[in-house]
């Protein structure tokens, strides 16, 4: 199955900084990236995704890019607000069952007012 | 519905007592998923139906574990003999398509055992 390894664990910044996400995975020929947001008590949610077959995404304040080759991927979101405190989880798929989804740890960011 | 719903929220039970975790998805969604979320870990995959059919419960963690989904809309997890371990939030997901894009997750049933 996939290995998915998510850095950092937790995240403060600054309301209006930019936060930064990042995840590896083991399987080369894995192909879809989504990324979840779950604040406290509620379910995740998909924010983004991206196919292998494009190196970067943006959705408002929200992008990720791809690199296939380092085998990574990252959430960037930008001008940070209170409402995006929560926890991010991002995820890739086992290639055998690429209906399998493995999941990160989780990155739990926290934005200062 | 407007979205994955999951009944009960909340779940005490004591060990060795059987419980049900039902999930309903969103109409006319092919894929179903159940999912457990032990405390400050992301979601580990349990199995995975199309339809009625129950194509992976290669996740489930013994044989204590079974999951349904006879109409191939409600789906029940079944855990026989709970035991502490089992304590995690279960959380069922659904999609329109046939894999695991766009995945719309239930709120979950969270379930402690004592």
């Known amino acids: 199955g996939e290995n998915v390894e998510q850095h950092p664990s937790t995240l403060s910044v600054q309301e209006g900084d930019s936060a930064v996400i990042k995840c590896t995975y083991s399987?080369?020929?894995?192909?879809?990236f989504p990324w979840y947001k779950q604040e406290l008590g509620k379910r995740p949610q998909l924010i983004i995704d991206?196919?292998?077959?494009?190196g970067e995404k943006k959705d408002q304040r929200i992008a990720v890019t791809l690199n296939k080759t380092a085998k990574h991927f990252s959430l960037h979101i930008t001008e940070t607000q209170p409402e995006d405190s929560a926890v991010y989880f991002c995820?890739?798929?086992?290639?055998?069952?690429?209906?399998?989804?493995?999941f990160g740890a989780g990155t739990t960011v926290t934005v200062r007012a | 519905g407007a979205g994955v719903s999951q009944s009960p929220r909340y779940k005490v039970a004591k060990r060795g007592q059987d419980v049900a975790l039902r999930c309903d998805p969103i109409?006319?969604?092919?894929?179903l998923f159940w999912y457990q979320q032990a405390l400050g870990q992301g979601p580990e995959f349990l199995t995975y139906f199309q339809n009625e059919a129950q194509l992976d419960k290669s996740g489930l963690p013994s044989d204590r574990f079974f999951a349904e989904r006879p109409e191939g809309s409600v789906s029940t997890l079944k855990i026989q003999r709970t035991q502490q371990e089992d304590s995690a939030v279960y959380l069922c997901?659904?999609?329109?398509?046939?894999?695991?894009?766009?995945?719309?997750f239930g709120s979950g049933t969270q379930l402690s055992v004592l």
């Open positions: 997901a659904s999609s329109f398509m046939g894999t695991n894009e766009k995945l719309f």
């Open positions: 991206i196919r292998s077959n494009v």
């Open positions: 109409s006319g969604h092919v894929s």
């Open positions: 995820a890739a798929p086992s290639p055998e069952n690429d209906y399998k989804l493995s």
């Open positions: 399987d080369s020929a894995s192909n879809y």
